[in-house]
């Protein structure tokens, strides 16, 4: 997903059914320009629990921001099959 953790923002993930799919890890890399304040992509390594399906939610935000919405929301539905 595209990010810019400079500007504050950062994305979570939340899965409605986690005995199906966790988040394992996730990892920031900048742009290869080098340019300060440029963005660059986060990456997401899920884990499969078991079958079934799930939707994932991803939402950019300022963590310290409280009630107010996210600038980008996106989900995903996931399939996983034995």
Do not use: C, I
Not at 42 to 50: E, G, I, P, V
């Amino acid at each position: 997903l595209p990010s810019n953790p400079t500007t504050g923002y950062s994305w979570t993930m939340v899965s409605d059914q986690p005995n199906v799919v966790v988040n394992q890890s996730h990892t920031y890399v900048s742009d290869a320009s080098g340019r300060v304040g440029v963005g660059g992509k986060t990456t997401w390594t899920l884990k499969a629990r078991s079958h079934g399906e799930a939707v994932l939610t991803f939402t950019y935000q300022r963590p310290w921001e409280e009630n107010v919405p996210p600038t980008k929301k996106v989900t995903f539905t996931v399939s996983v099959l034995r």
